[in-house]
């Protein structure tokens, strides 16, 4: 059976990977997944259930009955499906980031949800954000991109995002939180933070979305990649 392509972009948090999955999934016409976003609707389950999440076998059993789905284009037409259900206020709230946090470096968790991941992969392709999809989940995916920028660059670009929505938070403590997420996700013991062997480090510190989509473009069409 030929497998549909797939199109892996890692890296860390804040880089900017939802905004280069959405914009590559609507250039191709292809599917999306959002990985982080299975382990937050996993968290939530766990915790409507009455599941403590230290319990990971009992957290992990709940992967095989999510049925989710992701629609929209763009950051403002994003609606995540659970169970026909719009949960995207849910899930991206920063609760739950807190939430699954606590449940993804479970080794019960990951190996449940890797199955869910490599089901999204459909026809005519798909585009996987995440940052374990080049090295564990898709290790055959056509393009591994491993999407960087300084922790300082993701910082503001974080503070920029809050400012806009309202948000106070000070620029010192982002920087800060930034880092420390980093050095747990590298040094986890489960699928560290890491490029691929293969995969192509595109720093995009010093990049806009224009000049980060062209290079994304260029590697598109250097691999025979299209729509």
Known sequence: MVLAPVIAVDGPSGVGKGTV????????????LDSGALYRILALAAQEAGVPL??????????????????GTTEQDEAILVGGRDRTAEVRAESTGTLASRIASAPPVRAALLQRQRDFRQPPGLVADGRDMGTVVFPDAQLKIFLDASPEARAERRWRQLSQAGVNARLIDLCAE??????????????PLAPASDAVVLDSTEMNPAEVQAEIGRLLRDRGISA
């Not at 319990?55 to 629609?71: G, H, S």
Request: no cysteine; charged share 35%; net charge positive.
């Open 178 to 191: 930034v880092r420390a997420r980093d050095e747990r996700d590298r040094r986890r013991s489960v699928a």
């Open 54 to 71: 230290d319990q990971a076998a009992a957290v992990a059993a709940l992967a095989p009955d999510l049925e989710i789905r992701f629609a």
């Open 21 to 32: 999955t959405r914009w590559l999934a609507q250039t191709l016409g292809w599917h999306r």
